[in-house]
């Protein structure tokens, strides 16, 4: 339920926004002969009772798990709001909330031709198109993200995604700046114990791992195990170490 009232409430204050006159200016009705022109004020408020509609609609359908007439009614608001990107941004999250990653990337795009440094979505778009596995493109959304936000986990991802592209150098470096970053001691990261179930490890515990892959790859197998084993130290537990370790032997 957390999902659904934090994307309503996103809705609220993005048609709050959608709104604003200056957000969609309105046209003038053409008269024809015989017929009633409403009047402006008259034809605000046919407006806002259809996006009021479309918002209680897109919230009984969250609160009644039917995803797809949800997402109807946001593409409706879309539809009355084009140029709106909280709303199109919703629609986004929606998209990958659901898992649905190429839908997601596709509206993320759109998004980022208006503003291509808009945080929330390039960290969309990167972790979307990794789902997807198109490692090239989520390595690209992540090097923009970094490059506004200089945060530690968007340079992670960028390590492990060049070591998958063989871009052992480029890799290599930023494992090296990450090695130096305070910050790092007090991170954590999800991944699989040795008993397959998702667990907390500190940040390190990984980024050594792959220091150790990158210094096998280069063929320094001393180097390897010594990364290995410092990742082990840290945490016992941790397979994929466990692992490099037995296979350099």
């Not at 999800?190 to 990984?206: G, I, M, Y």
């Not at 180097?223 to 016992?236: H, I, N, T, V």
Request: hydrophobic share 40%.
């Amino acid at each position: 339920m957390r999902k659904v009232s934090i994307l309503f409430f996103m809705l609220v204050a993005a048609v709050a926004h959608a709104q604003n006159p200056a957000q969609k200016p309105a046209q003038k009705p053409v008269q024809k002969p015989g017929q009633t022109v409403p009047s402006q004020d008259q034809t605000q408020q046919q407006v806002d009772r259809l996006t009021e509609h479309f918002v209680r609609k897109n919230s009984l359908a969250n609160r009644w798990n039917d995803a797809e007439v949800a997402r109807g009614a946001l593409y409706d608001l879309i539809a009355e709001y084009p140029g709106n990107d909280s709303l199109i941004y919703a629609l986004a999250l929606d998209y990958y909330n659901n898992q649905k990653y190429i839908s997601c990337v596709l509206i993320a795009q759109d998004l980022l031709t208006r503003n291509p440094k808009n945080v929330d979505v390039l960290q969309m778009a990167a972790s979307g198109f990794e789902a997807l596995n198109l490692n090239d493109k989520a390595l690209t959304n992540y090097e923009s993200l970094y490059l506004q936000t200089n945060n530690s986990g968007a340079l992670y991802k960028m390590a492990f995604l060049q070591y998958e592209l063989k871009k052992f150098v480029e890799s290599q470096t930023n494992v090296d700046i990450l090695l130096t970053k305070p910050d790092i001691e007090t991170m954590k990261v999800t991944l699989r114990d040795s008993e397959n179930k998702q667990k907390d490890f500190p940040f390190k515990v990984s980024l050594l791992n792959l220091k150790g892959l990158l210094a096998q790859q280069a063929g320094d197998k001393a180097g390897a195990k010594k990364a290995f084993e410092e990742s082990l130290a840290m945490a016992p537990d941790f397979p994929l170490a466990k692992q490099n370790l037995a296979k350099l032997k």
